[in-house]
Nanobody, 122 residues
Framework: VQLQASGGGLVQAGDSLRLSCAAS????????LGWFRQAPGKEREFVAAISWSGGSTSYTDSVKGRFTISRDNAKNTVYLQMNSLKPEDTAIYYC????????????????WGQGTLVTVSS
């Protein structure tokens, strides 16, 4: 699976953004997909993941109620809708493909996109 993330940008606190991750490869529809982020000077952290069917999702506590992950297998695309953005959400966001949506460690995801920068100003 090859992945390419897009949709990042500079926004103000409280604004919304939707990230997209387009995938190629025959195994997309059978892969769990996740979003991770990495802020300057920090380790890459899990944000959200979705099962291959789209029926199950997982979120880190800091984004619950604000972010929504979804996928369209017909379009080979996964999305991350981010609402009520905060300055602490500033990071490079990466999409990744893995075996199960409950996986939260970056090492458990085999395929990665190139990342898209989200900057939230206060």
């Amino acid at each position: 699976v090859q992945l390419q993330a897009s949709g990042g940008g500079l926004v103000q606190a409280g604004d919304s953004l939707r990230l997209s991750c387009a995938a190629s490869g025959s195994t997309f529809s059978r892969s769990a997909l996740g979003w991770f982020r990495q802020a300057p000077g920090k380790e890459r952290e899990f944000v959200a993941a979705i099962s291959w069917s789209g029926g199950s999702t997982s979120y880190t506590d800091s984004v619950k109620g604000r972010f929504t992950i979804s996928r369209d297998n017909a379009k080979n695309t996964v999305y991350l809708q981010m609402n009520s953005l905060k300055p602490e959400d500033t990071a490079i966001y990466y999409c990744a493909a893995g075996r199960h949506y409950t996986f939260r460690s970056a090492g458990e995801y085999a395929h990665w996109g190139q990342g898209t920068l989200v900057t939230v100003s206060s």
